[in-house]
Nanobody, 124 residues
């Protein structure tokens, strides 16, 4: 069984920065794609960012481009999401996810494993 645990979410003022972490443990497998999604109150879960197995390829939602950076350290089985210039509309529960494969993946349905989420709240 594979477990994903997010951390790093908290209350931050608009314009601030956060780095979320996602630790992967258990019956880890390789290669795997990592992704970050978020769900704001009253809304569906949406794609934020994805990174390929070797970290060469990344992709972002339009709302994240230029402000967020996804990265990973396979030696530590950990993924990261650096978020800069945070806005109140970034307030959401952020989830990391893992999918079998080596490329990138944008759809929830492509991901096999999910974390429990970490709350990010951006105050104005």
């Amino acid at each position: 069984q594979v477990q994903l645990v997010e951390s790093g979410g908290r209350l931050v003022q608009a314009g601030g920065s956060l780095r979320l972490s996602c630790a992967v443990s258990g019956r880890t497998f390789s290669p795997y794609i990592m992704g970050w999604f978020r769900q704001a109150p009253g809304k569906g879960r949406e794609f934020v960012a994805t990174i390929s197995w070797r970290g060469i390829n990344t992709d972002y939602a339009d709302s994240a481009k230029g402000r967020f950076t996804i990265s990973r350290d396979n030696a530590k089985n950990t993924g990261y999401l650096r978020m800069n210039s945070l806005k109140p509309e970034d307030t959401a529960v952020y989830y990391c996810a893992a999918a079998t494969g080596s490329a990138t993946a944008h759809s929830e349905q492509q991901y096999n494993y999910w974390g429990q989420g970490t709350q990010v709240t951006v105050s104005s």
